[in-house]
C-alpha cells in the first residue's frame, strides 16, 4: 500500500508529533507500506521520510524544482520525482498513492487535506482522507468543519469524507481498513 502523507516542514514543533510520528513511521515500515511524501529533510517530514527508510520501508519523495536548489530535500530517499509546483506535487502525491494521511501541519497541510478531500467529493477519486490529531492539533479544523456543515456549506456530512484519529493506534486501524 503506498500512503501519501501530508505533514510540517517545520523544526519548532512539540515533542509529542515527532514522537507519534516515529512510533507511525516505525510501523508504516514494518507493514511493508510506502509513503509518498514531499521529500523535505526538516520537520515531521523529515522525520517521517528517516524513520521510514531506517526501518526498511520505502520513501517516494515528490520534489518540487524550487526546492531542489536547496539543502531542504531529503537525501536518504529511494525514489525522487521532480516536479514544478506545489500543485504538480499534491497531484502526484495523490496519484501515487492509495490513501492519504495528514500529520500535524499548517497552511501546506491545510490545503493539501482540503485538496484531497474537494477532488473526492466531485468524484476525482475515492481514496480515504485520515488525519491524525496529534494532541487536539487538528481540534479547531473539526469545529470550523462542524461549524460549516451546520451553516448548510458543505453538502453532507464531512466526517464521512475524513477520518479524525487521535491515536497511533487509532490511525494503524484506519490504515489496516483499508487494506
Known amino acids: 500500500?503506498?500512503?501519501?502523507?501530508?505533514?510540517?516542514?517545520?523544526?519548532?514543533?512539540d515533542k509529542a508529533c515527532f514522537d507519534a510520528t516515529r512510533e507511525l513511521g516505525m510501523w508504516i515500515a514494518q507493514k511493508g507500506y510506502t509513503i509518498v511524501y514531499g521529500g523535505c529533510n526538516d520537520g515531521l517530514m523529515g522525520c517521517v521520510g528517516q524513520t521510514v527508510?531506517?526501518?526498511?520501508?520505502?520513501?517516494?519523495?515528490?520534489?518540487?524544482?524550487?526546492?531542489?536548489?536547496?539543502?531542504?530535500?531529503?537525501?536518504?530517499?529511494?525514489?525522487?520525482?521532480?516536479?514544478?509546483?506545489?500543485?504538480?506535487?499534491?497531484?502526484?502525491?495523490?496519484?501515487?498513492?492509495?490513501?492519504?494521511?495528514?500529520?500535524?501541519?499548517?497552511?501546506?497541510?491545510?490545503?493539501?487535506?482540503f485538496t484531497v478531500v474537494a477532488a473526492r467529493t466531485i468524484g476525482y477519486h475515492c481514496k480515504p482522507m485520515i488525519v491524525f490529531n496529534v494532541d487536539g492539533c487538528w481540534d479547531a479544523l473539526a469545529d470550523l468543519l462542524d461549524s460549516l456543515q451546520t451553516q448548510g456549506m458543505i453538502r453532507g456530512n464531512w466526517r464521512d469524507l475524513i477520518s479524525m484519529a487521535n491515536s497511533v493506534d487509532e490511525v494503524k486501524a484506519l490504515i489496516s481498513s483499508f487494506e
Do not use: W, Y
Open 1 to 13: 500500500m503506498k500512503i501519501a502523507v501530508f505533514c510540517s516542514a517545520n523544526n519548532n514543533i
Open 53 to 113: 527508510h531506517e526501518h526498511g520501508g520505502t520513501t517516494i519523495g515528490v520534489v518540487p524544482r524550487i526546492l531542489t536548489s536547496t539543502q531542504r530535500v531529503a537525501n536518504d530517499l529511494d525514489v525522487t520525482i521532480p516536479c514544478e509546483n506545489l500543485a504538480d506535487r499534491k497531484e502526484l502525491m495523490l496519484t501515487q498513492s492509495d490513501i492519504c494521511l495528514a500529520l500535524p501541519g499548517g497552511i501546506g497541510t491545510m490545503d493539501e487535506i
